[in-house]
């Protein structure tokens, strides 16, 4: 059996990596560091971050400096993903596990390309309502975070280390018994509610009430679950229920991360949600009419506002 896990790092320090580094730092501020480069690695250094209010001078080391570590937790927007990849080279050891909680549907597979699977397990993070302005960051909400192999019959060692560092931190965290189900529900989530919500400036409380939100949302979740038909992922109508159920639960004043990119003039994911989307759509024979829309309006934005990474 393994020793658990004593040392996490984190790269990406925006509202998921800085809500859950905060955590972490609360159970023991040693076992916890960001890896960040350039201006990011100053900036972070200089301001730390701040979590509903309270500042955390968690570590900072640049690529260079990162050791290995137990447990390395990738954070980051989609379009940074490929140089995360190359900045966390040093953190990845032999007893090294990589959990990604990033948005979509490939993230795993693009670091197990490079690091192996063997050092992968899959996540995501679903309901928290985490809200970052600067180096601020507030959530209400803490969600949970679904991890694990690709099924989960019974704990591997691995997952049953993360599990073990999640019960001490405090981290609300769920082992499906199918990862890559749960995923494509998050993607269809993500498709619907980021989206829609980037698009029309909705909160959470927008979605929940308004007509012509939950038509968009839905009319663009109906294409990714038309998708996982296509791909034999079990995916129905009954997730879109689910869906609403979590977004009971979520502050109404609470925004989706693309809404949030959009207000604050950043490049969105839309490359990653509808792009991929109409890309699963021509490879399958999927119509993706209202992705397209999305897809189009969304760059539109981005282009009007200068938006930028």
Same mark, same amino acid.
């Given at each position: ?41 100053? &900036? ?5 971050? @701040? ?9 900072? @080391?640049? #690529?260079?400096?990162? $050791? ?8 980051? &927007? ?12 040093? $953190?990845?050891?032999?007893? =090294? =596990? ?9 993230? %795993?597979?693009?670091?197990? *390309? +490079?690091?192996?699977?063997?050092? +992968? ?8 309502? $985490? @809200?970052?302005?600067?180096?601020? @960051? =507030? ?16 704990? =591997? ?40 919500? $980037? ?48 977004? %009971? ?12 990119? +959009? ?25 993706? #009419? ?12 981005? *282009? ?6």
């Amino acid at each position: 059996m393994q020793p658990s896990i004593e040392t996490i790092a984190i790269i990406g320090a925006g509202a998921l990596g800085a809500a859950y580094g905060s955590i972490l730092y609360e159970m023991d501020p040693k076992c916890v560091c960001f890896i960040a480069g350039g201006a990011r690695h100053e &900036k972070l250094k200089r301001d730390g971050v @701040v979590v509903n209010g309270k500042p955390y001078a968690i570590a900072v @080391v640049s #690529p260079e400096e990162a $050791a290995p570590a137990d447990l390395l937790i990738v954070a980051v &927007k989609h379009y940074h993903l490929d140089q995360a990849i190359a900045e966390m080279k040093n $953190a990845v050891g032999p007893q =090294t =596990t990589v959990l990604s909680v990033m948005n979509g549907i490939d993230s %795993e597979e693009r670091i197990g *390309a +490079v690091y192996g699977m063997d050092k +992968v397990v899959y996540g995501l993070t679903l309901g928290i309502d $985490a @809200v970052r302005e600067g180096s601020r @960051v =507030t959530y209400t909400n803490q969600g949970r975070i679904f991890f694990g192999e690709a099924k989960n019959p019974a704990m =591997t060692e691995r997952v049953r280390r993360i599990h073990e560092l999640f019960d001490r931190a405090g981290i609300a965290h769920v082992i499906p018994p199918d990862m890559i189900r749960s995923l494509w529900f998050k993607f269809m989530v993500n498709v619907g509610a980021n989206q829609a919500s $980037a698009v029309l400036r909705a909160n959470y409380g927008t979605l929940r009430t308004s007509p012509e939100a939950r038509e968009l949302m839905d009319s663009a979740m109906r294409e990714v679950i038309a998708l996982a038909g296509a791909l034999k992922v079990d995916l129905s109508e009954k997730d879109i229920g689910e869906w609403y159920r979590v977004l %009971e639960g979520l502050d109404a004043q609470g925004k989706t991360s693309m809404f949030q990119d +959009v207000e604050a003039g950043r490049k969105t994911e839309v490359e990653m949600f509808a792009g991929t989307v109409i890309e699963l759509g021509k490879r399958h024979g999927v119509a993706t #009419p209202v992705n397209r829309r999305l897809y189009d309006e969304l760059r539109r934005i981005e *282009a009007s506002s200068g938006a930028t990474a």
